[in-house]
């Protein structure tokens, strides 16, 4: 144009709505004076920016949500019946979401861990959350990820999360200054899919947009659009060597699914837009090696312990007694609160109380086995998750549970690729089984495990029980010959790791576990396991003299503890009537008492006859642990009990715990104060006392005067003792001892 004076220098350009300019450019010119761009952006009052949509648009994304809303806003469960689904809002729950890599011994640690172990450390600093608001933040540099990898395992909720994200963005709640459009893949619903599809076809197959109006958005303004693609894990992208796949050169061009969905994933198509894939841990290596830049990688844990209790209580959003009954009998089962850090199995568990409780309230006191828990998993993922497996399903368990079996006899969780690959063929997609990267100086290795050790131990059980008559007699027989002998022996303790596997074998013996197995998935559980199991309980329980009081013992608390626990897990009435019909004396002092323990023991006391002695000392009883207990402390004839934290709003607890007309050989430890008179009443009550101790703030004229006359009048008493916690100027002592022989105190 060359050199220009002041004179106005007009350029007009115009276009139809919708359509697309480039501006003008003035290169090799001298200007003089002032320079002016002015864009008019026709039918618009706001001042123009690079986001702003044409009227056609805007009205289109409107659109597109309401239609997006109506289709997210109810899910359906794996059970449902037709027209039976669920407002997603009320069952969806945060889950835990880390944004870092976890080393080995990190991982190893967690898998090990139980229970409140596993819940505490989550709740720690180190698994800091990051919300799905926050995926497409700036980093610590200023750039904002291109592609987010949401990895998670099997079941913790991947897919429910990528729903609940489409509803949120619909309805104005997430996303909204970032994405105008954002389009579901449903990868296996994509592997349903044949022939060639350009990606404005892929995207047509699953939303309810038409082509033309989708190439209209991906035009426009791609840097305003978000691609969910949720489960690449199920890709047959995600398994294959695509390096020699030839890419689509735009949108509208017909390719293979593979190689359209390389090519966005990449950044050949679109390379302005945004991904957000969810995926197994599986995938998660080939995923990076085809991702454009940058790129971020998440990680779904499950459910914080929180979060669990959060789950209950919408499910049982109708009943706040049921949903109270149901969070506390699963609370007191470590192995199953513990497996409830995942999304499904929090599901199974609501759906199974729920069940049982319609069709009998009576049994509501009686939550299903650990064992019936992991084969109703088991069987969801199989049914949802396997569909792609190339063997079945008999062989595919068989596989796991020997690869389980080598780990738990060399009390390893990890494994490297290749004593994977030596018994699991494709492990990468079998979805009871994690995939990560470890750092090994310069490399990289692969290792393996199971998504917990309890699912290493059932896996393992369920091996033993589908081996032929033969071998399942022999291994049982060597599993269970080194505990008939003392707990103390060494080879006992040798194999203590291994008791979760007998007690996952009594639950595969259960008829309605073992049934269950049979119709749905062809596996027939060795007939001659129960009959072995239940010889060998039967000996144990004769063994132990059981009609005689004992002395108790850690060991001893230990071995009775066991067998309590695989009685549970048979859930049979008659045999458990069998087994219990001669056992009266059960001393477990000495033996520290969890939540769980005091729910087995509940549950195995019901089916005895009598119960002469109770023997509770020394076993970290609490007034709530009691409370679980109370229905078979009640039907003791004698009982023998040592509290710990007991507070004056507990005394009421312990007295009704205590029932009446039996005979009160030592009651020890409850901090007692200002509830001293209720519970001396009581105790005139007991036909037979033998020993009381207390402890108590203050120890006053007036309370040592009721406890000389409770001493006085009370021919039955051996010895009673009070110890004040804090000296004080308002106590007569700091320590009261009266022992009582034929009638004279000493």
């Known amino acids: 144009m060359g050199e220009m004076g002041e004179e106005a220098l007009s350029v007009s350009v115009s276009a139809q709505t919708g359509g697309h300019i480039t501006a003008p450019v003035l290169q090799n010119n001298i200007i003089h004076g002032d320079l002016t761009f002015t864009t008019i952006v026709s039918g618009g009052s706001n001042p123009p920016d690079t986001h702003t949509q044409s009227p056609d648009l805007t009205s289109l994304s409107l659109k597109y949500k309401e239609l997006v809303k109506s289709e997210y806003a109810y899910v359906t469960e794996y059970n449902s019946l037709p027209g039976e689904d669920v407002r997603l809002t009320d069952r969806y729950t945060e889950l835990l979401i880390i944004q870092r890599h976890r080393d080995q011994s990190e991982r190893e640690k967690e898998i090990r861990s139980r229970g409140e172990v596993l819940f505490s450390a989550r709740d720690s600093e180190k698994y800091s959350n990051?919300?799905?608001?926050?995926?497409?933040?700036?980093?610590?540099?200023?750039?904002?990820?291109?592609?987010?990898v949401l990895q998670g395992n099997s079941g913790n909720g991947k897919s429910f999360t990528a729903q609940k994200i489409m509803l949120d963005w619909a309805s104005g709640k997430l996303y909204a200054e970032n994405f105008d459009f954002i389009f579901h893949l449903k990868c296996k619903e994509i592997n349903q899919t044949s022939g060639e599809m350009s990606l404005v076809e892929l995207l047509r197959y699953n939303q309810s947009l038409t082509p033309a109006q989708i190439t209209q958005t991906l035009q426009h303004t791609p840097e305003r659009v978000l691609f969910l693609m949720d489960g690449f894990d199920e890709l047959r992208l995600s398994q294959d060597d695509m390096s020699n796949l030839p890419l689509p050169p735009d949108v509208q061009t017909p390719a293979s699914p593979e190689s359209t969905l390389k090519a966005l994933l990449s950044g050949r198509l679109l390379p302005e837009s945004f991904l957000l894939i969810t995926t197994r841990s599986t995938a998660t290596d080939t995923l990076s090696k085809l991702l454009k830049k940058p790129k971020q990688f998440t990680e779904i844990m499950g459910f914080?312990?929180?979060?669990?209790?959060e789950y209950f209580r919408k499910f049982f959003k109708d009943d706040q007694l049921l949903q109270t009954q149901a969070y506390e009998h699963v609370k007191a089962n470590e192995t199953l609160f513990t497996a409830c850090s995942i999304p499904v199995i929090c599901w199974i568990i609501c759906t199974v109380f729920r069940e049982k409780y319609q069709d009998d309230k009576n049994t509501i006191n009686y939550l299903d086995t650990a064992t019936s828990i992991y084969v109703d998993f088991v069987s969801t993922l199989l049914e949802h998750h396997c569909q792609a497996l190339s063997h079945s399903v008999p062989s595919?368990?068989?596989?796991?549970?020997?690869?389980?079996?080598?780990?738990?006899?060399k009390q390893q969780v990890l494994f490297d690729k290749k004593?994977?690959?030596?018994?699991?063929?494709?492990?990468?997609?079998?979805?009871?089984?994690?995939?990560f990267l470890v750092k090994r100086r310069i490399h990289q290795e692969t290792m393996f495990s199971f998504m917990h050790l309890s699912f290493q131990e059932?896996?393992?059980?369920?091996?033993?029980?589908?081996?032929?008559?033969e071998e399942s007699q022999r291994v049982v027989r060597e599993l269970l010959e080194p505990l008939e002998k003392s707990w103390y022996a060494q080879e006992s303790k040798n194999k203590q790791h291994l008791l979760p596997v007998i007690q996952f074998l009594c639950g595969l013996?259960?008829?309605?576990?073992?049934?269950?197995?049979?119709?749905?998935?062809?596996?027939?559980?060795?007939?001659?396991?129960?009959?072995?199991?239940?010889?060998?309980?039967?000996?144990?329980i004769k063994k132990t003299n059981t009609r005689q009081p004992f002395l108790g013992n850690?060991?001893?608390?230990?071995?009775?503890?066991?067998?309590?626990?695989?009685?549970?897990?048979?859930?049979?009435e008659e045999f458990l009537r069998k087994a219990m019909e001669s056992w009266e004396y059960f001393n477990?002092?000495?033996?520290?008492?969890?939540?769980?323990?005091?729910?087995?023991?509940?549950?195995?006391?019901?089916?005895?006859?009598?119960?002469?002695?109770?023997?509770?000392?020394?076993?970290?009883?609490?007034?709530?642990?009691?409370?679980?207990?109370?229905?078979?402390?009640?039907?003791?004839?004698?009982?023998?009990?040592?509290?710990?934290?007991?507070s004056d709003d507990d005394v009421g607890v312990l007295v009704s715990a205590l029932g009446e007309g039996k005979d009160l050989i030592y009651l020890g430890s409850p901090e007692v104060d200002g509830q001293l008179d209720a519970l001396l009443s009581f105790l005139y009550s007991v036909p037979e006392v033998l020993e009381v101790t207390l402890i108590m703030r203050r120890l006053t004229e007036s309370w040592a005067s009721k406890i000389f006359s409770f001493i006085q009048t009370c021919p039955t008493l051996q010895g009673f003792s009070a110890t004040v916690k804090k000296n004080s100027n308002e106590s007569l002592c700091s320590f009261l001892r009266v022992g009582v022989t034929q009638g004279d105190f000493w």
């Open 588 to 646: 477990l002092s000495f033996y520290p008492l969890r939540r769980t323990d005091c729910w087995v023991l509940q549950y195995c006391l019901h089916f005895c006859p009598r119960i002469r002695r109770i023997s509770f000392r020394h076993c970290s009883l609490t007034p709530e642990k009691l409370k679980i207990l109370q229905p078979a402390v009640c039907r003791s004839e004698e009982l023998d009990l040592g509290l710990e934290n007991v």
């Open 304 to 309: 914080s312990e929180g979060r669990v209790e």
């Open 419 to 435: 004593n994977v690959s030596e018994t699991v063929s494709d492990p990468a997609k079998i979805p009871f089984l994690c995939k």
């Open 458 to 469: 059932f896996f393992t059980a369920l091996y033993y029980g589908l081996l032929t008559e």
């Open 554 to 572: 850690h060991a001893g608390g230990q071995s009775k503890i066991f067998i309590f626990y695989c009685l549970y897990e048979f859930h049979e």
């Open 509 to 540: 013996s259960n008829k309605e576990v073992s049934i269950s197995l049979q119709e749905t998935h062809n596996l027939l559980v060795s007939p001659s396991i129960q009959a072995q199991l239940v010889e060998w309980i039967c000996q144990v």
């Open 130 to 148: 990051i919300s799905v608001e926050q995926f497409f933040s700036p980093d610590d540099h200023g750039l904002i990820p291109k592609a987010v």
């Open 396 to 409: 595919l368990l068989r596989s796991l549970g020997q690869l389980a079996e080598r780990g738990m006899l």
